[in-house]
C-alpha cells in the first residue's frame, strides 16, 4: 500500500524541510498541495516546527527511539469521551516515555483553541502548531480520512505504519497501548476495526 507525502531523498541534509511560520500566522485560506509519496519502510522526511510552550522542535531529536508522531485539531480530537486518542497517548507516555516518543502536530485551528486544551489536559508531551497545515502536507496526511491521523516510526526514522480516521467510538486506550507496544517490540501492528491501517508487510 501506498500514502501521499513529501519525497525523501536520503542525500538532503537533516533540517532540509523546514516549516516556518508565516508573520502574524492566520492564514484563513491554508493551501493543500498534492504531495509526493512516502512508502512505507523509508525514512520520513525530516521537519522543524514551534513548539506550542515556545521554541522549536526538530523531529531529529527523537532518533534512537521509536516515535508516535499524532495530527491533531479541535474537530478531530478534544474530549467527548475520557478515552480520547491523546488522552490515551498522554497516559501511555507518562509511564514508558523510556521506550518511545511523542509528538503531537495541531493543525488547521486557532492558537487559542489549542493552548486551552492542552493546558486542560496537561499533556507532556511536545505540541507543535502547525495552523497552515506546512507539516500535514509534508507528511502527506490526507484529512479526507479523518484526524487524529497517527504516523509511527522506528527507531531509525523509518515510517512503520500509519492509522487514520480515530472517532470518539473508534480506537480505545488499550488499542492504544497495543499499537504501542508493537511499536517498541517491533511485532506487526494491530488492525483496530474502524480505522484506515498501513503498516510494513
Known sequence: MRMTSLEYN??????????TPPTGAHSTNPTFSVPNTL???????GWTGPLLSGGTFDLASTRGKPTVVSFWNDCGCPGRRDNTLLDAIEDAYRNRADEFNVVTVA???????????VAKHRYGFPVIYDRDFSIGNAWGVDIELGLPW????????RLVGVYAGWKNDIGTKDDVSAILQALV?????????????????
Open 10 to 19: 536520503p542525500q538532503f541534509a537533516q533540517g532540509t524541510f523546514t516549516f
Open 185 to 201: 517490540s517491533g511485532s506487526p501492528l494491530p488492525h483496530i476495526e474502524g480505522l484506515s491501517h498501513e503498516q510494513t508487510g
Open 150 to 157: 497517527v504516523e509511527l516510526l522506528d527507531a531509525e526514522g
Open 39 to 45: 512508502m512505507i519502510g523509508e525514512v520520513a522526511p
Open 107 to 117: 493543525v488547521l485551528t486557532d492558537l487559542t483553541t489549542v493552548r486551552s486544551y
